[in-house]
């Protein structure tokens, strides 16, 4: 069965919310976002743990989606729903056989040609970005654009593709008239503590 995600995909930040992943949780879940990503590039290993495990807590109240970011084997130790992954993590297939056949499991692509690549991976979306100039990753991939989105969500089909780099309330319409299913966004949610839940909304409406 074919995974369709919701409009919004809202990925904590620690040291950009300066609120822990599970506060995080608690905010985005207050404006209506059902799919989270736990990314964290910054905390000890045992200190996201065990912020991972209350952030995934706090979502089971509410009917959220736990996605980890790279970690397969916290999404495993934590059965966490998913786990998404770059380009020089554990492979797809590896993760699948990990984690089962119930698990979601995205992949980032920053191409047409790794894109079409992808389809042959056992996984549940693709990511591509960044789509616009992003702060939120230190090391971020050449800029994508919005030509270049089309033309990878031509060449892929049916599986859900989610943009994410530099979307914000102003673009997302522009992102969404690409052909996208979902935006994925740190920045325009989580950079501003008090208005996650705010901008959040905000975000779903569009």
């Known amino acids: 069965m074919l995974f369709r ?3 919004l995909y809202p990925i904590t930040d620690v040291l950009l919310s300066g609120l822990s992943h599970a506060e995080q949780v608690v905010r985005l879940g207050e404006g209506g976002a059902t799919l989270i990503q736990l990314r964290e590039k ?3 290993p045992d200190e996201f743990q065990r912020q991972a495990a209350e952030a995934l807590r706090e979502a089971r109240k509410r009917g959220i989606r736990i996605i980890i970011n790279d970690r397969v084997d916290l999404a495993l130790a934590l059965k966490a729903d998913g786990v998404h ?3 020089n993590d554990l492979p797809p297939e ?13 992949f980032s692509t920053h191409n047409v040609e790794q894109a079409r690549h992808a389809l042959s991976f056992p996984v549940d ?6 789509i616009f100039t992003t ?11 919005l030509t270049t989105l089309r033309k990878v969500r031509r060449a892929i089909g049916e ?12 673009n997302a319409a522009q992102v969404f008239a690409a052909g996208i299913d979902t935006v ?10 008090e208005a996650i839940s705010r901008r959040t909304k905000q975000l779903l409406a569009l």
């Open 125 to 130: 979306y693709l990511a591509i970005g960044p």
């Open 159 to 170: 599986i859900p593709l989610i943009a994410i780099g530099g979307i914000t309330a102003e």
């Open 94 to 106: 590896a993760a699948r056989r990990l984690l089962g056949v119930q698990a979601i499991i995205g």
């Open 85 to 87: 992954l770059g380009q």
């Open 42 to 44: 910054n905390l000890a």
């Open 135 to 145: 702060s939120s990753k230190i090391r971020a991939d050449p800029v994508v654009g």
């Open 5 to 7: 995600p919701p409009r």
């Open 184 to 193: 994925a966004v740190i920045s325009a949610v989580v950079a501003d503590p």
